[in-house]
Nanobody
Framework: VQLVESGGGLVQPGESLRLSCAAS????????MGWYRQVPGKERELVAT???????DYADSMKGRFIISRDNAKKTVYLQMNILKPEDTAVYYC?????????WGQGTQVTVSS
């Protein structure tokens, strides 16, 4: 299983960014996917999930600003982040779970600063 995130970077408050996670090594279309984020010194927190059928769920602070989506043909899950705030600064991780085993990407840094 391999999850490779991309798309992070430095943006100003109010701007948008789209993260991508390219998956391989498992049946992507049959797997739920998710995005988490982590700030140094804090626990990793859930951002959003998307089921294999496309149903989505978000952490309260991301509702209305972030959109998770998936392209099964490209084996890629996306996280569109809008109206970014400084408190969104974190390392963002792609996640999936096969049976009971979790898998994580290496993470991509998102920094929101003026």
């Amino acid at each position: 299983v391999q999850l490779v995130e991309s798309g992070g970077g430095l943006v100003q408050p109010g701007e948008s960014l789209r993260l991508s996670c390219a998956a391989s090594g498992f049946t992507f279309s049959s797997s739920a996917m998710g995005w988490y984020r982590q700030v140094p010194g804090k626990e990793r927190e859930l951002v959003a999930t998307i089921s294999r059928s496309g149903s989505t769920d978000y952490a309260d602070s991301m509702k209305g600003r972030f959109i998770i989506s998936r392209d099964n043909a490209k084996k890629t899950v996306y996280l569109q982040m809008n109206i970014l705030k400084p408190e969104d600064t974190a390392v963002y991780y792609c996640y999936t779970r096969l049976y009971v085993t979790p898998f994580w990407g290496q993470g991509t840094q998102v920094t929101v600063s003026s």
